[in-house]
């Protein structure tokens, strides 16, 4: 079991960076996989950018290919979420999510299913 709190989201002009944490705390964070997913108003929640368990492997969603980087410090039990050429339709609620690495079962790694443990999410928006 792991709990995972975010951090850092905020209001930023279009252009801007924010840098978003994850911690967590519980059982071993290399013990897991770890995704980003966001949701704006009046949508449903899409995927973002994930990474494997020790790093080894990262993918992103074509819409932030190239501006954001997902990275994570196992040492400090934290995922972090580098978001830069911010553009407003980046505006959403920002959720991290765990998987279990030794879970049974596909890893869909772009869908909301194939994680077990969320955090409560962090704002973030972007003025034009």
């Known amino acids: 079991q792991v709990q995972l709190v975010e951090s850092g989201g905020g209001l930023v002009q279009a252009g801007g960076s924010l840098r978003l944490s994850c911690a967590a705390s519980?059982?071993?964070?290399?013990?897991?996989?770890m995704g980003w997913f966001r949701q704006a108003p009046g949508k449903e929640r899409e995927f973002v950018t994930s990474?494997?368990?020790?790093?080894?492997?990262?993918y992103y969603s074509d819409s932030v290919k190239g501006r954001f980087t997902i990275s994570r410090d196992n040492a400090k039990n934290t995922g972090y979420l580098q978001m830069n050429s911010l553009n407003p339709e980046d505006t959403g609620v920002y959720y991290c999510?765990?998987?279990?690495?030794?879970?049974?079962?596909?890893?869909?790694?772009?869908?909301?299913?194939?994680?077990?443990?969320w955090g409560q999410g962090t704002q973030v928006t972007v003025s034009s």
């Open positions: 999510a765990a998987r279990f690495r030794f879970a049974t079962g596909n890893y869909y790694y772009t869908r909301g299913t194939a994680y077990s443990y």
């Open positions: 519980g059982r071993s964070f290399s013990d897991y996989h």
């Open positions: 990474i494997s368990w020790n790093g080894g492997s990262t």
